[in-house]
């Protein structure tokens, strides 16, 4: 079954990880703990997902091969299954390539809302980011984050939070593109599509310079006054 051939895959890749300095010092850089390694299980990628006999294929044909030397990011759905996985190159390339293998699960994918569920029911809030790291780079103060994988909130995703949150936070991305600012143009839509299904929200805004809360991080360090400035409940956790 292709379910039980990519929880192997993501098994195998966790493993790989921990055997590896380059992929684990890459995760180190973009705040990845050993706590958040086990709780999102990371891994890391050799090959081609395509495994045989509970290991890697490394002969899998070359041209194939779009997933070789790859950190790999499970996404799961809010009981915890696996939905697929999401993948980033850490060697300065762009790549970037997302697999899920439940289609009628797509507009639901929220990366982070099951690994920190436990804080976004206890506190009744979630905050939007756009990118896994953003969600990692945030969790020491905003344990509630979560990332729509993408550059827009959906229509299912705003209805699915409303089952768990009363507040949002909006905190997508500052990308300039010929005057464009895409982050910008995703928060006014997901404003409506939130105010429409009955959820208040804000907007965590970035400094102009900064592109995403990542970045934001790795510039400043600690970055809790200026989150506690724009969610002054967060000082309460």
Known sequence: M??????????????????????LGYLKSRFVTDQDLKDFNFGFSPCHWDIQDEKFNME????????????????????????????????????????????????????????NLEAILSYKKVMIVESPFDVIAL?????????????????????????YVNKVYLGFNNDFSDNFNAGKHATVKAQKLLKSCGLRNSIVTLPNKQND?????????????????????????
């Open 2 to 23: 292709l379910e039980e051939k990519v929880e192997q895959y993501l098994t195998l890749c966790h493993n790989e990880l921990l055997k590896r300095e380059a992929p």
């Open 60 to 115: 899998f044909p070359e041209y194939k091969n779009r997933l070789p030397q790859k950190i790999v990011m499970p996404i799961k759905n809010f009981k915890g299954e696996t939905s697929g996985f999401t993948l980033r190159s850490f060697t300065g390339d762009k790549f970037y390539f997302k697999f899920l293998y439940k289609p009628h699960m797509n507009f639901h994918h929220l990366y982070g809302f099951y690994e």
């Open 139 to 163: 969790r020491p103060w905003v344990p509630f984050a979560v990332a729509v994988l993408s550059s827009k909130l959906t229509d299912l995703q705003a209805h699915f939070l409303k089952r």
């Open 213 to 237: 809360f990542s970045s934001f991080r790795g510039s400043f360090g600690d970055i809790s006054d200026y989150l506690y400035s724009k969610i002054p409940t967060l000082q309460e956790i």
